[in-house]
């Protein structure tokens, strides 16, 4: 089954040791990673955690050049987060450099604006910095190699409704046709004559409220489609699902994965409470 | 025994003023085939949903009458029960998937039955066997399959229900011809192996002389006609009134003056008897290539990703006052060939020029106002909330006061027959209506060029003919024309040139007859010989040999 990524970006992501393991492993191990974000108080626990994400994302066969896509993105925010240390924070530690950019004096007293740079406002820096890379790898690790069905099979095994798990296969369909319609819409307005690029950004914001009118005429005569199409193989709201097929056994592997990233959040909880 | 009954049925939608059924009466016995046709906008779709059920206990709107199926009566029983013996496949194949891969498909269907793990394999793989698919199929996304093996996986997700009554709503209308024929054999399977009830909404003749025990034409809400099929299509002008075009074999031989039971019928015929058939094949007159050449294509190549091209090495050329007809199977680059043309994609190598300039010379603004690309889904190109400002959209883009253009917009309104809708919101109009709407759209800023991508698909064939004769009035007016479609029918019987596409190459470029006679391209490209095509061969072959027949 194509992985979300796949789906969405056309990325192809591929086949290693960890796409053999079970569905609910794949699924639980970045869910633990996410959580583990909360955990990281340090730069020690943050390049912990980045390493781990990144290994794992290494192992499952993510292409690095799909990050490298992305490396803008991080670039951007890494470089915010550093002026927005050395310009608007004056971090308290040993000063490496420092500054006076303006000085008023008033009546009340002296307002200073300093760039200061200490070694604690450069840790912090890279604690943050470290913080948002385990987010990013984790959150490519799940588009990555979860599919939309390993989704779908993941609720319908916690024995929820029916209409839980078909909504959210439909969310992710609903998704492929929305991207879908928007590129047509948007290539059949620069076939009447629209140019994104020259226009101006008040035009372009009418322009996209113009393609909202065939992107909602086409959602909402799909919504009907779909429901007539699930109408009339007597699926209900109150449906409930009897099939028992894939429910696979989780393997060694399966079990020696899921420990360690449950043994990395206790780590992390512990550190958190212990050290803090 | 009746599996279905339908008495005096009358519904009209909320805040619809007309009703869309009307006086219905219908009755299907078990096992028999029943085919429904009809023009665009009859009503056949809003039936089928009433048959289920889904009309009245789900739309808002005035229900009168009473329809019985299997002893049920559909207005008061539940949708889940009435569907646990009816299997429905609609027509757009891309809707119906709701889940990610096939076997969850087919599975969805079952679900609600209760069944053991083991009959829910069981069923799932006999389903896929009847229809022609295999185990591979299981694991595949939707993503993954053509248009003919969607609908395949469709019709197997309704048959894997066991349903006392199969109902079909045209399955064919959105395939390639090769689609067509995967969908076609799987219904052979269908009938021959698993003898069920068939309700079949469809405008293919073909198919519905082919399966139909009885064929009913609705028009405006009612039935209009009913009769076996060929006793209908034999009723002549009365039949095409309501859009009940009879098969090909059937419009030869009467345009001869014949009796012909079906096209081998046509065929021996012709064979025997080759003095009847004289004038079916004299050479048609070509009238394309009359003006200058408007678009220059010079060995382009495109891909959308690298190493992989989807165009290659394509040379062609479009002359103004010419209707040309594009087709290929899916997937031969039929669609991207056209967007080169109109400027919306870029070659990856060679030139494209329009009006003997590159196409990357000219702005947006310009470039459309030369060649106008129509999307094959008009509600893809519809931005506007009234039909008249979509008319006028291109000229408000560029800027132009009213009173400029107010003329151009009614011309295109009146040319394509759009007016007094001036003020309607698109959303709302039919099928046909928001098609032209679509063309007039474009129509207003009086491009050189049109190229129009699949205008019939899931469309009636009167309305494909009406499209034609609106083509064929701009190419009188000096315009070119190239229509990408599947419908043989159309290419033979209106095209000035055919060109025909295979992995990204222009394998025939000529007169629709010539290339049509050829077997090999016929093939190679998944299309089918229209019959007088057909006869033509066999006369030839009769005069060089003894029966073919023997």
């Not at chain 1, 993941?154 to 046709?177: D, E, H, M, N």
């Not at chain 2, 081998?264 to 008897?273: F, I, K, M, P, V």
């Amino acid at each position: 089954m194509p992985t979300i990524l796949e789906e969405l970006a056309g990325v192809y992501v591929r086949h290693t040791s960890y796409s053999e393991l079970d569905a609910v492993t794949r699924i639980i191990v970045p869910f633990f990673l996410s959580l583990d974000v909360f955990f990281v108080k340090d730069i020690t626990t943050a390049t912990l955690l980045a390493v781990t994400a990144l290994v794992f994302l290494l192992w499952a066969g993510v292409p690095l050049r799909f990050l490298k896509n992305y490396l803008f993105l991080i670039l951007s925010l890494s470089f915010f987060i550093v002026l927005s240390f050395v310009f608007f924070k004056e971090v308290p530690g040993n000063t490496l450099y420092s500054t006076t950019i303006l000085r008023v004096n008033a009546e009340r007293g002296v307002w200073e604006w300093k760039i200061l740079i200490t070694d604690t406002a450069l840790l912090q820096t890279a604690f943050f910095i470290l913080r948002i890379l385990a987010m990013i790898f984790t959150a490519t690790l799940f588009i990555a190699t979860v599919s939309d069905r390993d989704i779908v099979w993941g609720l319908r095994r916690l024995k929820l409704p029916a209409w839980v798990s078909i909504s959210a296969s439909l969310f992710f369909r609903g998704i492929s046709f929305f991207v879908s319609d928007f590129l047509i819409v948007r290539e059949a307005m620069i076939a009447r004559g629209v140019d994104f690029e020259k226009s101006s950004l008040a035009r372009k914001f009418r322009i996209y409220l113009n393609a909202l009118i065939p992107l909602l005429s086409l959602m909402v005569t799909r919504s009907l489609e779909i429901s007539l199409a699930l109408e009339s193989r007597g699926i209900q709201p109150s449906t409930t699902f009897s099939a028992s097929l894939h429910r696979g056994k989780l393997t060694i592997k399966d079990y020696l994965v899921l420990a360690f990233t449950v043994f990395l959040t206790i780590f992390l909880a512990w550190w958190f409470t212990w050290r803090f | 025994m009746a599996i279905l009954e339908a008495k005096e049925v009358y519904w009209r939608y909320a805040g619809s003023k007309k009703p869309i059924l009307e006086n219905i009466n219908l009755r299907v016995d078990e096992g028999e085939f029943v085919a429904i046709t009809g023009p665009s906008g009859a009503g056949k779709t809003t039936l089928v949903l009433t048959l289920i059920g889904v009309i009245p206990q789900r739309l808002p709107g005035e229900f009168q009458g009473k329809v019985l199926l299997l002893g049920y009566d559909t207005s008061r029983t539940q949708i889940s029960e009435i569907t646990r013996n009816v299997g429905v496949v609609f027509e757009d194949p891309e809707i119906q998937f709701v889940m990610s891969n096939v076997e969850d498909e087919i599975l969805l269907g079952l679900e609600p039955l209760q069944l053991d793990e083991h009959e829910i394999q069981e069923r799932i793989e006999w389903s896929l066997n009847l229809v022609g698919l295999d185990k591979s199929f299981l694991p595949r996304s939707p993503l993954q399959l053509s248009g003919g093996e969607k609908q395949r996986v469709a019709i197997a997700a309704a048959v894997a229900r066991r349903p006392k009554l199969l109902i079909l709503d045209e399955p064919t209308s959105d395939l390639d011809p090769q689609g067509k024929e995967e969908v076609v054999s799987a219904l052979r399977s269908l009938i021959n192996e698993y003898r069920t009830t068939v309700v079949m909404v469809e405008h293919e003749p073909e198919l519905i002389v082919e399966f139909a025990d009885r064929l009913l034409v609705m028009d405006e809400g009612r039935i209009v006609l009913e009769g076996e099929p060929s006793e209908v299509y034999e009723l002549g002008e009365t039949a095409l009134k309501h859009a009940a075009y009879p098969p090909d074999y059937i419009q030869l031989a009467r345009q001869l003056n014949i009796k012909a039971r079906d096209t081998g019928d046509l065929l021996r015929q012709a064979y025997s008897n080759a003095v009847k058939f004289n004038g079916v094949c004299n050479p048609r007159v070509i009238e394309g290539r009359k003006g200058d050449v408007i678009v220059s294509i010079r060995d382009v190549w495109f891909e959308y990703k690298p190493e992989k091209p989807v165009i290659r090495g394509v040379d062609l050329e479009l002359r103004l006052g010419e209707l040309v007809f594009l087709m290929g199977p899916n997937g031969s680059g039929k669609t991207t060939l056209s967007k080169l043309v109109a400027g919306l994609l870029k070659p990856s190598k060679g030139e494209v020029l329009i009006d003997k300039r590159g196409v990357g010379e000219y702005t947006r603004e310009e470039l459309s106002s030369i060649i106008a690309y129509i999307y094959q889904n008009p509600q893809h190109q519809i931005f506007n909330q009234t039909v008249w400002d979509e008319v006028a959209f291109g000229w408000r883009l560029r800027g132009v006061p009213e009173r400029l253009y107010a003329e151009k917009v009614e011309e295109a309104l009146k040319l394509f027959n759009l007016k007094g809708l001036e003020e309607e919101h698109p959303f709302f109009l039919s099928k046909g209506e928001k098609r032209r709407l679509a063309i007039a759209s474009v129509y207003a800023l009086n491009p050189k060029v049109l190229v129009v991508d699949e205008p019939t698909t899931g469309q009636d064939r009167r309305l494909g003919e009406q499209l034609m004769s609106i083509f064929r009035s701009l190419v009188d007016k000096g315009k070119t024309v190239l229509v990408v479609t599947h419908s043989v029918g159309l290419a033979y019987k209106y095209a000035d040139r055919l060109l025909v596409m295979v992995d990204g190459r222009i394998i025939a470029d000529g007169s629709p007859r010539l290339i049509l006679e050829e077997d090999d391209i016929v093939y190679k490209a998944h299309l089918r010989q229209p019959v007088e095509v057909q006869v033509c061969k066999i006369l030839a072959k009769a005069r060089e040999h003894s029966n073919p027949f023997s």
